[in-house]
């Protein structure tokens, strides 16, 4: 009997021990605790990779309006009214720009010139700098770690008027 009664004991305490690994209480938070920061990290970079992409075809497009306004207009008339188009939308350069931190200034525009008359019109984004939100220089202070890019684009079309 006593003999059954500690083979019984350590039958149980062997159990006990064989299933201990199976107790699954907690296991969810310490998963939590490793993908949520890779989750946030991965949300955050796909987040900045949609905001430079709209940024730049923001100001591809812009260029393109611009090089088309010139275009239609006389050589060399016009070209303030082409970077208010580019930078505010509109030729009389009121209201906010399109893309933060875009001056007329970034822009440049060249007339392509064959035997004395313009031939085409470039219009050129330089010196734009894109800052994203989430920036790890502006986080630490450190300007070796800033994911600031230079953003340029370029168009040019044919003149239609001589």
């Given amino acids: 009997m006593r003999i059954k009664v500690k083979l019984n004991q350590q039958l149980k305490r062997a159990r006990s021990r064989a299933f201990a690994w199976r107790d699954e209480r907690g296991s969810q938070l310490v998963e939590l ?15 900045e990779f949609g905001r430079f992409f709209y940024t730049y075809t923001t100001l591809l497009k812009g260029t393109r309006a611009a090089a088309r306004y010139l275009s239609s207009q006389p ?3 016009g070209d303030a009214a082409a970077r208010n188009l580019l ?6 350069g009121t209201g906010t720009p399109v893309a933060s931190g875009l001056t007329t200034a970034n822009v440049k525009i060249t007339p392509t010139k064959t035997g004395g008359t313009t031939q085409t019109q470039t219009v050129e984004i330089q010196n734009f700098t894109y800052v994203p939100l989430f920036d790890l220089g ?3 202070r450190s ?3 800033s994911l600031s890019v230079n953003v340029g684009a370029k168009s040019t079309m044919r003149q239609i008027t001589q």
């Avoid at 930078?87 to 009389?92: E, F, L, R, S």
Wanted: glycine share 10%; proline share 7%; net charge positive.
């Fill in 33 to 47: 605790a490793i993908v949520l920061p890779l989750m946030l990290v991965l949300l955050g970079a796909t987040a």
């Fill in 75 to 77: 050589p060399g008339a």
């Fill in 87 to 92: 930078v505010y939308g509109n030729t009389a």
């Fill in 138 to 140: 502006k986080l630490t």
């Fill in 143 to 145: 300007s070796t770690l």
